[in-house]
């Protein structure tokens, strides 16, 4: 066994050796037979040209002889790769088109398998992640709401499904006492969030159940960043002191880099503070969701199902124990995966398909510069056909050439990829979850190796079987034209494939095309330009004043930034402000009874805003009056409502002058005024939502207890001109106040909408990118496919001509040719755009999926692009000199 | 005038292993002899030969060896392996069973 696997090595590896001896085997065989030919009489020439025939075809032998060393499959292979490396540095120029469309495709396609895989197929970062779900409290009309404390604690001690759960909400805190005032991030987080998910700090400690209490003492965790930050990543901050809204918080570890659960409303923070510290009455009000979102850990085998069922009976007990509060509201549970990347998948799964029709695309373009080139070398097949070469042997010559130049194309293409990626990243700023996790690893590798021979066998498939096929007479008759009829027409169905290609991907982007364009058409309802908004946060010290104090404070500092110079209107937003917040509240028409339950009553968006909001947003005013100065906490409460509340629950009377309740004590709220309807759920989405009507309170006029602890406020203001100098004007009036104010987070509302239509643009973008590159390949294929039949029938042309064709009518041969290829090719791209577009309807707006004027004005862009790759050769063909042509024969 | 007999599948290798056993030779040599002891009724093919002895060799039934040939030229000689040996004596058995039951059936219908 030994011995047999040695003999075959030196069979691999000594292979001029063994072929050395072979040939002098055979040789001493010849000379043998002369020898005993010319003893029998014959003369010495005569002897060897006997010899020589007796002997037969010396190559079969060889070949024969070779093929019992076992080794032949190798060899062969090895031999093919060198011939095929000797073609490219021949033609260097083929090979370079070659291998640029191969890096193309692949690099395209590898750039988005690797987002598709960072993003949608591996598992979350954390251990066992596919225990991980979210926690919802139900209503019937949204799925997805808020928990409110005391429900979430009953739903923890009541469970029987749940290893763990845990809940965290939004907030910030001014930090002060570490260098300049600085508003954090924070979350209030319950103490077993971080171990729920396994997350470690590094150093430190998570929070103890003890000091998830109110009254214990105030414990913080911070992230990596503002350790770094404020703390120079020193380990000793561990037990020290932080000043947040002015209160001590001592740390007790530090949260690692990275750690973002992009869910909910849940954001990296620099702070973490245990929930249970949060001092506000509301927290045990089991009617307020105060944006608490949960998360949850399944026990080992418990389905997501099975956890719905569970927290369902609970829910229903909870119903029955505080109807008031819980009936009708129901629990949802959904697997963390999903609610972090859902959304994106039908986005991913529709580039990858789109980027994958650019890599058919591209192999069929190198199939035609394959089988274009074959052309020239059906000489060369023939002949060695005729010397013996098999079929296989032959088609394995020309796969192994395509297959030679895929990998190198992978290479080129995964550099693209990489680089490309990152460049795809850009466009997408921040609204992409796990973006930090894409890069260039094991699976995205193997993907790369995969289609790179998937696309190199691909494309030498058509051509290496087409070779093989040729009739050995034929082609040497026809002094190695070819039998040109039946490649044509491969190439002709080739032409149509990439054309049909070309068009789907066209069609699609043209869609996505004209849903941005519908997009930008969508009147917000108000104007985002010069609009500008931040957050103001009043000096911690001001958490413990007096309410009266607070509102004049805030008073001043309305004043204060409306009297900059360059701020034209300028106003406080608390509440639903379009795309950004989101606040609602029960209400019911003062002229009805008051409904038993919230769940029986009505919802709307409420916004607390100052007189100036409307000028500030650029809101038109339809009926009635806005707020004025007059309008507060002494006064008669008042509210301005927008159309859509009008039209819901007034719809055959005027609102003006109507009243509604938000609780039983003190005056109903009479409505004002009019306003239009702003979109608040996004310029696509807010169609779709349940909760339109919309309710505007004024700022001046929010009770004592709510201004108790006021930390900050949104404000907006329409400005002349949006620059920094003008915000620092702003900073500097409202630190003038009081130098412990703070004011963050400034956006532009035209950035705001624009981040709410990042994802459909970066879908956009890139189809748009993938389908020019479409467009072009399908363009140049076409382009080449008429040069080269042109080029084939350059003699026939000739002919033609000097029997008397006029050159109209060669150019019209050309023509016609071409554009029946397109022509085919585009019904068939039609045809399965019509199918494919479909699954797109989810991404689209303002567009059919079928949308009748982008099918045509594609399928005539492309019949137009087929038509100018089709002149140049049409024309080149009328330019035929007869005689030339003739006398190249 | 075609006097020559095509060889049956296989039989080749036997001859040739038959050819091996009084000595080691080299492939012109191997035929000439069969063409001569079968009284030129069979007549290998070179095209078949040299196949086939390569063949052996990889199977390790002959091995190869050079030598001088009997005018002091470089040739390849072929010698039985111990493993040809038995080989030969197992296809020989096999041959002359084989022969033995066509003569029956040609005699006894």
Redesign the interface.
């Known amino acids: 066994m030994k011995?047999?696997l040695w003999?075959r090595l030196r069979a691999l590896f000594r292979r001029s050796e063994m072929e050395g001896?072979l040939d002098?085997?055979?040789r001493?065989?010849v000379?043998?037979?002369t020898e005993?030919n010319v003893a029998r009489g014959m003369s010495p020439g005569e002897a060897r040209r006997v010899a020589l025939v007796?002997?037969?075809?010396s190559e079969?032998?060889r070949e024969?002889?070779r093929?019992?060393?076992?080794v032949r499959p190798l060899e062969d292979l090895w031999q093919d790769f060198r011939y095929g490396l000797r073609l490219m540095r021949k033609s260097p120029g083929f090979t370079a088109v070659v291998v640029a469309t191969f890096a193309l495709g692949i690099g395209a396609n590898v750039a988005i398998f690797s987002v598709l895989n960072a993003v949608l197929l591996k598992p979350l970062p954390y251990p066992q992640p596919e225990q991980l779900v979210t926690l919802h409290q139900s209503k019937p009309n949204f799925d997805t709401g808020a928990v409110p404390y005391p429900n979430f604690l009953d739903l923890r001690k009541e469970n029987r499904t749940f290893s763990a759960m845990a809940v965290t909400r939004t907030t910030g805190f001014s930090l002060t006492g570490a260098g300049e005032p600085e508003r954090v991030s924070a979350q209030y987080v319950s103490a077993d969030f971080f171990s729920l998910l396994g997350i470690d700090p590094l150093p430190g400690r998570t929070f103890a159940p003890g000091e998830d209490e109110r009254g214990a003492p105030p414990v913080a965790l911070i992230g990596a960043d503002l350790w770094r930050r404020k703390f120079n990543s020193a380990p000793d901050v561990l037990g020290k002191g932080i000043n947040l809204d002015d209160r001590s918080y001592t740390v007790v570890g530090v949260i690692p880099v990275g750690f973002n659960l992009r869910v909910n409303v849940f954001r990296q923070s620099d702070v973490y503070v245990p929930i249970g510290q949060w001092e506000t009455p509301m927290l045990q009000n089991r009617g307020a969701a105060l944006s608490l979102h949960g998360v949850g850990r399944l026990k080992p085998g418990v389905t997501v199902e099975q956890a719905q069922a569970d927290l369902d009976r609970v829910m229903r007990d909870l119903a029955a124990a505080y109807p008031a509060t819980n009936s009708g509201n129901g629990a949802k549970v959904l697997p963390l995966k999903e609610r972090i990347v859902g959304r994106l998948r039908p986005t991913l799964w529709m580039l990858l398909g789109a980027v994958g029709f650019v890599l058919l695309i591209a192999c069929v373009n190198v199939s035609n510069l394959l089988l274009a080139r074959s052309t020239g070398r059906a000489r060369e097949f023939a002949i060695r056909a005729a010397m013996g070469a098999g079929r296989w042997r032959l088609i394995r010559q020309t796969l192994a050439e395509s297959l030679l130049l895929a990998p190198i194309g992978c290479g080129l293409g995964l550099l693209l990829a990489s680089w490309g990626t990152r460049a795809a990243l850009g466009l997408l700023p921040a609204t992409l979850p796990r973006a930090e996790e894409i890069g260039l690893d094991a699976p995205v590798l193997l993907f790369a190796v995969g289609i790179s021979l998937l696309t190199g066998l691909l494309a030498g498939l058509a051509p290496a079987l087409k070779t093989s096929r040729w009739r050995l007479s034929e082609t040497l008759k026809e002094g190695g034209r070819g039998a040109s009829s039946g490649r044509a027409r491969a190439q002709g169905v080739f032409v149509a494939v990439e054309i049909a290609l070309a068009l789907v991907l066209l069609v699609g982007a043209g869609l996505m095309i004209r849903t941005l364009g519908a997009l930008w058409e969508v009147d917000p309802g108000f104007r985002p330009n010069d609009v500008l908004t931040f957050n103001l946060n009043l000096s911690p010290s001001m958490r413990t004043a007096e309410p009266a104090a607070v509102r004049a404070a805030l008073r001043e500092l309305s004043d204060g930034i409306s009297s900059v110079p360059g701020v034209r209107a300028a106003s406080f937003a608390d509440g639903a402000v379009p795309m950004l917040d989101e606040n609602d509240l029960y209400f019911w028409l003062a002229d009805q009874p008051k409904p038993a339950t919230t769940s029986e009553m009505h919802t709307a968006l409420v916004t607390e805003v100052e007189p100036g909001y409307l000028a500030a947003m650029g809101i038109p005013l339809k009926r009635g009056r806005f707020f004025a100065r007059q309008d507060d906490e002494r006064s008669p409460p008042v509210v301005v409502i927008d159309e859509s509340f009008a039209r819901k629950y007034f719809p055959n009377a005027d609102p003006v002058g109507k009243r509604i309740r938000f609780d039983d004590e003190g005056d109903a709220s009479q409505i004002v005024g009019v306003v239009g309807h702003v979109k608040q759920w996004g310029l696509d989405a807010d169609d779709e939502q349940s909760l339109q009507s919309q309710l505007y309170v004024p700022f001046r006029a929010v009770p004592d207890d709510a201004l108790r602890g006021v930390g900050g406020v949104r404000v907006v203001a329409r400005m002349d001109g949006l620059t920094p100098a003008l915000f620092d004007s702003i900073r500097r009036v409202v630190q003038s106040r009081n130098s412990q104010n703070i004011i963050s987070r400034p956006q532009t509302m035209e950035e705001v909408i624009a981040v709410s239509l990042a994802a459909r643009r970066f879908s956009m973008t890139l189809l748009n990118v993938f389908a020019a590159a479409a467009l072009l390949l399908a363009g140049v294929g076409l382009y080449g496919v008429i040069s080269y039949l042109v080029g084939q029938r350059t003699h026939e042309f000739g002919i033609r001509l000097a029997l008397g064709a006029r050159p109209r009518d060669i150019f019209r041969l050309v023509l016609s040719r071409g554009l029946t290829m397109a022509l085919v090719g585009v019904v068939i791209g039609l045809a399965a755009a019509l199918g494919l577009t479909r699954l797109m309807t989810g991404m689209l707006y303002g567009v059919s999926a079928t949308d009748p004027a982008t099918f045509t004005i594609i399928a005539m862009l492309l019949t137009a692009v087929a038509l100018l790759a089709c002149l140049i050769p049409a024309i080149r063909a009328t330019k035929v000199d007869p005689m030339v042509a003739l006398r190249d024969e | 005038m075609n006097k020559k007999t095509d060889l049956l599948q296989g039989t080749l290798d036997l001859l040739i292993l038959k050819t091996l056993q009084p000595g080691p030779t080299h492939g012109w040599d191997i035929a000439q002899r069969i063409r001569q002891v079968s009284e030129d009724t069979l007549s290998v093919n070179q095209g078949s030969l040299y196949p086939a002895l390569h063949r052996l060799e990889a199977q390790g039934w002959i091995a190869p060896e050079w030598g001088e040939s009997d005018n002091n030229r470089r040739a390849k000689f072929y010698r039985l392996t111990a493993a040809g040996r038995r080989q030969l004596a197992a296809q020989t058995e096999a041959w002359e069973r084989f022969a033995r039951a066509v003569g029956l059936i040609l005699q006894n219908t």
């Open positions: 011995s047999e003999r001896e002098e085997e055979l001493f065989h000379e043998k037979e005993r007796e002997f037969g075809g079969r032998v024969e002889c093929d019992v060393r076992g």
